[in-house]
């Protein structure tokens, strides 16, 4: 009686070959990989870089004094950034942020300068205002199942008509704010380094949000509905409730952030926050986060906007143009997405 036909091997030597080859790599693709994994080590070292460049061609850029400049400037757009980033992380995009915080800036002093109502009250009106953006955007995006780009392009001049209108198109003056409303902008000394308290509350706020995408389960959730919506419904994650708690979340840290707002400029305007919109886009794509979605880190915007403060205030200091900051920041820009896209062709 014949034995059963048995399935050949393939010889070892293909087996080996085979083998060799699915573990072939690259110093280029180990740098890929080593990027997708720490997507704040790209802008870490360009942050490094251009501070040593700067500095090697004018030593009066690493002055106490210009570096203070530089983390006054950055509170901002880096505390606005946080809740840019959170959005961003789920696959969308906010172009209301700069007006939405102005909003809330403004209620914050004008109730607290012409109703005459108590700073902490005033500063909770304000949280209340910057929730209830966040909450009308997401209402949208989750409800309507309308593109983010699409939901804030209008929210943003919805915001702007609101604000303008409730402000008479006025400003208010520091003078006229309680201590408390302009604290943020008042300084301490760090080594002959001028700190305002509109920096350490971003850095507060940046380590608070950092820990909480790490080691919650909302953080992956929010990691999972970035990377794949389809996938993270699947998985039993309710896509719309996380895509709406960020949105949330991303109005109370933008109203943190008028409160910073007015404290560096000692008073609040209705044109104050018009370049913030996209300022913290920059950051964000700046400091590695993917504008598809699903993949950076919090302090990787933090990178991009010290980054963007260095190349502008390092440009001036070496005596170019404005011109010349506007470019370099667009060309980091442009270059930021570049990598992004090679980097998202890792093989995971």
Do not use: C
Request: zero cysteines; aromatic letters at 6%.
């Amino acid at each position: 009686m014949s034995q059963p036909a048995t399935q050949a091997s393939p010889p070892t030597s293909e087996l080996d070959l085979a083998q060799e080859f699915l573990h072939r790599t690259t110093p280029l693709s180990r740098l890929r990989s080593l990027l997708h994994r720490y997507p704040a080590l790209s802008p870490a070292i360009v942050l490094v870089i251009s501070i040593i460049v700067f500095g090697v061609i004018n030593p009066r850029f690493l002055n106490p004094a210009n570096l203070s400049l530089i983390t006054q400037q950055v509170a901002v757009v880096g505390t606005i950034g946080i809740a840019q980033t959170l959005i961003i992380l789920t696959g969308g995009i906010d172009l209301s942020v700069g007006a939405a915080a102005t909003l809330a800036g403004l209620v914050i002093a004008q109730t607290a300068s012409t109703n005459h109502v108590p700073a902490v009250l005033s500063l909770l009106l304000g949280l209340v205002v910057g929730i209830a953006t966040g909450f009308l955007n997401g209402i949208l995006v989750t409800r309507l199942k309308l593109p983010p780009f699409i939901v804030t392009l209008g929210t943003l001049s919805i915001f702007t008509a609101i604000l303008l209108l409730y402000s008479n198109s006025a400003s208010v003056q520091g003078q006229d704010l309680p201590p408390l409303i302009t604290s943020l902008g008042n300084t301490f000394n760090v080594f002959g380094v001028q700190i305002t308290y509109g920096v350490v509350v971003m850095i507060v706020l940046y380590a608070i949000v950092a820990s909480i995408l790490a080691r919650t389960s909302w953080g992956r959730h929010v990691y999972a509905v970035g990377d794949d919506p389809e996938a993270a419904r699947l998985a039993g994650i309710r896509v719309s409730r996380v895509l709406l708690s960020v949105y949330l979340a991303a109005g109370a840290i933008l109203a943190i952030g008028a409160w910073v707002l007015i404290g560096r400029v000692n008073g609040i305007g209705p044109n104050d926050g018009t370049s913030i919109n996209l300022e913290s886009i920059t950051a964000v794509v700046i400091g590695g986060t993917s504008l598809f979605g699903g993949r950076g880190t919090v302090w990787g915007t933090l990178l991009g906007a010290l980054i963007v403060g260095v190349f502008e205030e390092g440009l001036a200091v070496a005596g170019l143009d404005v011109l010349y900051q506007v470019l370099a920041v667009g060309i980091l820009v442009i270059v930021a997405v570049a990598v992004d896209q090679w980097i998202r062709k890792v093989r995971k």
